[in-house]
């Protein structure tokens, strides 16, 4: 049968009519293949990608607009072609070809920016030794030196870690590559779409740590110090060997080494040092580096780092903070009447609670500027954490400059992100109310010009701010798309104050059913929502599901993403209800 240039719903019908496979009868993964197959209204007919849109125009108007951290709220017009915001104010020109997007109750801010990130990033593969191994002179590779590894060959734009950062409202990331104590060069990466190459910028930056190899030299921290010493002076003596090779005769030719190659950028300081860093000893100790080899440095990873602020300052080292805090459960938990052993563990657990998210606002007290870094941490989390230290005394418009420019600065990218400018990359962060507003949610994302829907819960608590209804159990669930009708089970889990499970659908492949793990699991009051994966075609799909719960049965709507969201309706099982 053959395929018409511009399939639509007809031409899904015939492939009903011909074929039999539970893919296209199914009504999630029914929609999968009706977007795929059947999106030339939505898609330009020139792109054989099917992925650019016919315009790449769009107008953001009257929207309350914050162009950089502590700026007053301004009604304006945002004016978005080809991926570069154009014009910006409240009486801009609307082009005729834009498509409009009412903004009259949302506010607009700049992109967010993760200086320091692995959201996508696979880990290479471990070398395998050679037969001549010697453990106190091993080959580079397999000691963790590899500063020729780049993260633009590590990094997945597809990868649900990307996915997650961006719905957190983050459209650029500053992505360092895994490996050993010098595990190669980062990469700047706008959080675009998968048909794009999103690549920004590669090779800006060394990602080091002082992490020693395993039965091999360098092990200990010691160790790595000195091998670091020695691969940069090493740099230097080579530059310098080639240099006279190159203008003398006579002169022995100096041997080209990889590692060595791939140093020359940071020995001549056109890149910094991001450094790994787990304790105010060892950012001391990579400050000490520092000083004696004279590189750029940025320290990461550190929670607490009261004990070396004026350090970081008087070195002007930069500063990446872990946007995290820690859970505040067993603070919560504590009870009254204790003996005076647990109350001074209590008294410590509170403490350390305090340090933590006092940090950003005592490194902003101190006029140190720092950004914000997701590893080790959930972007879903994002707001939350920040508006904890905020309350615990960071500024509003320093938490936004750590998010914006301050990470902008700090890789390089002022010149085109950080603030909402004509002339500047299409990144915007469009939310439902002032950004750090407890009820403010995140609607739309633009990055490098392409708009990402997300979808706004109804948050519904009682006074505590807690669930109100019980949703572990057996759910079976039915779900309404374009392309039918279609069900599966939801098992949901609940382990302490946690939740998770898995939820089936009909395999692509015709198989019977798949099932995938669910994330994101969220009770407010009777909202349920939470998030999983369809895989499709070689495409991974994103799903949100939100709903709410009334005693057995749940309704509520699925969001599929980049195809809109559709009704879903289950009801539980009781012989499968949680005890937990």
């Known amino acids: 049968m053959p395929i018409p240039k511009n399939p639509g719903k ?5 492939i009903n009519t011909h074929m039999k496979k539970p893919l296209w009868k199914t009504g999630l993964l029914g929609l999968c293949a009706w977007g ?6 939505l898609f330009a007919q020139s792109d054989p990608t099917g992925q650019k849109p016919i315009t790449q125009t769009y107008a953001f108007t009257n929207a309350t607009v914050h162009a950089s951290p502590g700026s007053e709220g301004q009604k304006a017009t945002i004016v978005v072609k080809d991926g570069v915001i154009i014009s910006v104010g409240s009486g801009v020109t609307i082009p005729a070809a834009a498509k409009v997007i009412a903004g009259d109750s949302l506010y607009i801010y700049p992109g967010f920016i993760d200086a320091a990130s692995q959201a996508g990033i696979t880990k290479p593969e471990d070398p395998e030794r050679p037969s001549d191994f010697v453990s106190s002179n091993p080959p580079d590779e397999i000691a963790g030196i590899t500063p020729w590894r780049s993260a633009t060959d590590q990094f997945d734009i597809s990868s649900s870690q990307v996915d997650e950062l961006r719905k957190a409202g983050f459209t650029m990331a500053h992505l360092l590559p895994d490996g ?3 595990a190669g060069k980062s990469t700047i990466m706008v959080l675009g779409t998968k048909g794009s190459t999103n690549l920004i910028k590669a090779n800006t930056a060394l990602a080091a740590s002082l992490n020693g190899s395993r039965g091999m030299y360098p092990g200990t921290t010691v160790g790595v110090m000195a091998k670091f010493r020695d691969v940069y002076k090493n740099t230097s003596l080579t530059q310098d060997r080639m240099a006279a090779f190159a203008s003398n005769s006579g002169v022995s030719r100096p041997e080209i080494n990889p590692t060595y190659s ?3 950028e940071v020995v001549n300081g056109q890149i910094p040092v991001f450094f790994e860093v787990e304790n105010d000893l060892e950012v001391r100790r990579a400050i000490s580096l520092q000083k004696e080899l004279g590189f750029k440095l940025v320290v990461y990873g550190l929670e607490q780092y009261d004990k070396v602020i004026d350090l970081l300052k008087s070195s002007g080292t930069g500063v990446i903070l872990k946007l995290d805090t820690p859970a505040d459960k ?12 647990v109350q001074a563990q209590y008294d410590r657990v509170k403490e350390s609670y305090d340090r933590t998210i006092a940090q950003a606002g005592k490194l902003a007290e101190a006029g140190v500027p720092f950004a914000f870094s997701t590893i080790d941490a959930k972007p879903s989390d994002a707001m939350k954490s920040l508006r904890a230290m905020i309350e615990a005394g960071l500024t509003e418009s320093a938490a936004m400059a750590a998010l914006t420019t301050n990470a902008a600065s700090m890789i390089g990218m002022n010149r085109i992100a950080g603030t909402v400018e004509q002339g500047k990359l299409a990144n915007l962060v469009i939310t439902t109310g002032p950004i750090f507003s407890e009820d403010s949610q995140i609607k739309h994302v633009v990055a490098d010009g392409s708009i990402f829907d997300y979808e706004i819960k109804t948050k519904m608590k009682n006074g505590n701010g807690e669930a109100t209804v019980e949703v572990a159990g057996t759910w079976d669930y ?12 939801l098992t949901i889990e609940k382990d302490g104050d946690d939740y998770s499970g898995t939820i089936t659908y009909d395999d692509p492949s015709g198989n019977g059913t798949a099932t995938s793990p669910i994330s994101d699991v969220s009770i407010s009051g009777s909202q349920l929502s939470f998030s999983f ?3 499709a075609g070689g495409m991974a799909i994103s799903v949100s599901v939100s709903g ?8 509520g709507s699925m969001n599929i993403a980049q195809f809109g969201s559709f009704p879903i309706s289950a009801t539980r099982n009781p012989n499968f209800i949680s005890n937990n």
């Open 10 to 14: 007809d031409f899904i019908n015939q």
């Open 36 to 41: 795929l197959f059947g999106s030339g209204t």
């Open 180 to 182: 050993g104590m010098i």
């Open 262 to 264: 791939a140093m020359t």
């Open 330 to 341: 067993a603070i919560k938990n504590q009870k009254n009447d204790v003996d005076e052993a």
């Open 478 to 489: 039915t779900s309404e798309t374009p392309a039918g009708s279609s069900g599966g089970k």
């Open 533 to 535: 994966e369809v895989s």
């Open 548 to 555: 709410e719960i009334s005693g057995n049965s749940m309704d």
